[in-house]
């Protein structure tokens, strides 16, 4: 038995063992709720859970840990709603569904008196959030040229994993969003920014476009040692680098939510992997590099110099297009960088690069920047690969991370359904969840708290603030059933279904006091 601790709960789990079955395996004494699945009514007006569930973040309600609002990210549509899509085509009926059921859901949830998680349909703030929602621009991307002079922006979508504020509002990430944009006709640059929504407050919604236009995965928020904000995120693509924004100005708690104008001005950096250095991706170190006279194009960005000089003339621009900005400043080019996390003890930044097939980087690794000084303000760091995936960690293509109060690293797997049970990837069988302890004598070893099912992704791993239930989505099953009498997975099982239904579900069974 692997023991964990942590500051309000002691529990014990028997690690599981890899399977291939079609369900959600949980250890011994461990269970599961269903607190909301794709296409279930969320409120009174009807509206429905989206598809893709990702990032879940819990929002007690009244400082409550069995009634608060979860925020729940979807990612992308499949088979299950739209049906085949022929030709490649979206029908606009199909296209109108595809803008629909992904962005954001707000939904309440709550534990009743037998301990069992459920949604409240009844709730005043449930809603979605999704490809038909305005949003506010700020940044220095808003009404520039890059976007045609946008002040505002219809619609989000391909919301991936996210991150909560220190204000209590929840940051939404837009990952691959060129298909929906190309279908369905929308501006590509009003795309791929950090969004900010409050789940307490209908109104509110913003893009930041200060934090880079990128695959954003993820946001991770804390504190430097003279008081800023700053956001680690990373840019979920082959080669393609890991940032920290740093704000202007500093956190002042008493401000509440108008702490949010620091997501509007500070500095964007991107990490060179080689100096430990975070450099600047500013229009000034942009055109700096391009004025060079040795300047050579790195990592083949495409553009002749007179090209990229034309095309960066402002920070709008800049952060627009950041990906080859942060290359030409000198930013190291990594392995699908996904979920960043801060540690809540030594503030050390847990990067996982899922993995890179074009470099042999088959099962991904998670690294550890230690900040110098251990300053998240600080622009200088050293770095370790904390844990490699493969057949020795038990584990391969780490995404999502998540934090325990004890220093256990809560980790996901991003198998793809295409390579899972096959060649290489036979052993993790399908997609898990592990827990990796950062300190103490088990450091780096991972235990396998869940086995996802068929074709699926264990996604969003969220605790509540008692530490006494674990949010969890399970992503995308049976996502390569190409006819729809027969799925390849029928999870969660609904009585008289024969499809499959990506949802969120709430895991109980840690012991208090134990
Ligand atoms: Fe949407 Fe990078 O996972
Ligand atoms: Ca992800
Ligand atoms: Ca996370
Ligand atoms: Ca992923």
């Known amino acids: 038995l692997f023991g964990f601790k942590t500051n309000k709960v002691s529990g014990y789990f028997e690690p599981i063992q890899p399977s291939n079955e079609d369900n959600l395996l949980l250890p011994k004494n461990f269970k599961y709720d269903v607190v909301a699945a794709f296409d279930d009514v969320i409120n009174t007006a009807g509206e429905k859970f989206g598809q893709g569930a990702d990032y879940n973040a819990f929002f007690p309600i009244n400082g409550s840990s069995t009634r608060g609002l979860l925020v729940t990210n979807h990612e992308y549509t499949n088979i299950f709603l739209l049906g085949p899509i022929a030709d490649g085509k979206m029908t606009a009926d199909q296209i109108q569904k595809n803008l629909y059921y992904q962005g954001m859901s707000v939904i309440e949830v709550f534990r009743d008196e037998n301990g069992t998680w459920k949604m409240d349909t009844f709730s005043k703030y449930a809603r979605r ?7 506010e621009l700020t940044g220095p991307a808003k009404g520039s040229s890059a976007l045609g ?7 989000t979508f391909a919301n991936c994993s996210g991150g909560v504020t220190l204000w209590n509002t929840a940051l939404s990430c837009e990952e691959n969003f060129s298909e929906t944009a190309a279908a369905s006709k929308l501006p590509e640059t009003h795309y791929g920014w950090v969004v ?20 954003h995965e993820n946001t991770a ?3 430097t040692a003279d008081g800023r904000i700053v956001v680690y995120m990373g840019d979920d693509k082959k080669d393609a680098c890991v940032y920290k924004f740093v704000s202007k100005g500093k956190y002042d708690k008493s401000k509440g939510r108008n702490n949010s104008a620091l997501l509007e001005d500070g500095t964007l950096y991107v990490a060179n992997l080689k100096t430990g250095k975070w450099l600047p991706v500013t229009i000034a170190e942009v055109k700096k590099v391009l004025s060079n006279e040795k300047y050579k194009n790195p990592y083949g960005i495409s553009g002749t110099k007179e090209e990229l000089l034309k095309k960066f003339q402002t920070q709008g621009d800049v952060v627009t297009f950041c990906h080859e900005a942060a290359l030409l400043v000198g930013g190291t080019p990594t392995d699908r960088p996904e ?16 993995n890179n097939d074009t470099h042999g980087n088959i099962h991904g690794h998670i690294t550890r920047i230690f900040e110098t000084g251990n300053d998240l303000g600080s622009l200088e760091f050293d770095f370790e690969i904390f844990a490699v995936g493969g057949r020795q960690s038990g584990f391969s293509s780490p995404d999502n991370l998540a934090f325990d109060s004890n220093g256990n690293l809560w980790v996901v797997t991003d198998i793809s359904s295409s390579s899972q049970n096959k060649g290489v990837f036979k052993t993790f069988m399908n997609n898990g969840l592990f827990v990796v302890p950062t300190g103490g004598k088990a450091k780096g070893t991972a235990l396998q708290f869940a086995s996802a099912p068929v074709e ?22 049976g996502e390569n059933t190409t006819d729809l009498k027969n799925p390849t997975s029928t999870w969660p099982h609904r009585k008289g279904e024969n499809m499959a239904r990506c949802g969120v579900v709430a895991i109980s069974g840690f012991k208090l006091g134990q």
Not at 196 to 215: C, M, V, W
């Open 221 to 223: 928020m804390g504190i």
């Open 196 to 215: 900010e929504i409050d789940p307490f407050d209908q109104s509110y919604r913003k893009k930041h476009t200060a934090l880079g236009r990128f695959n």
């Open 129 to 135: 959030i999704n490809g038909f929602t305005k949003f």
């Open 149 to 155: 002079n946008a002040t505002t922006a219809t619609g």
């Open 339 to 354: 979920d960043i996390e801060i540690s809540p003890f030594d503030n050390t930044v847990f990067i996982s690069h899922t």
């Open 456 to 477: 699926s992704e264990l996604t969003g791993p969220f605790f509540t603030p008692d530490e006494q239930t674990l949010f969890l989505s399970v992503q995308h099953p």
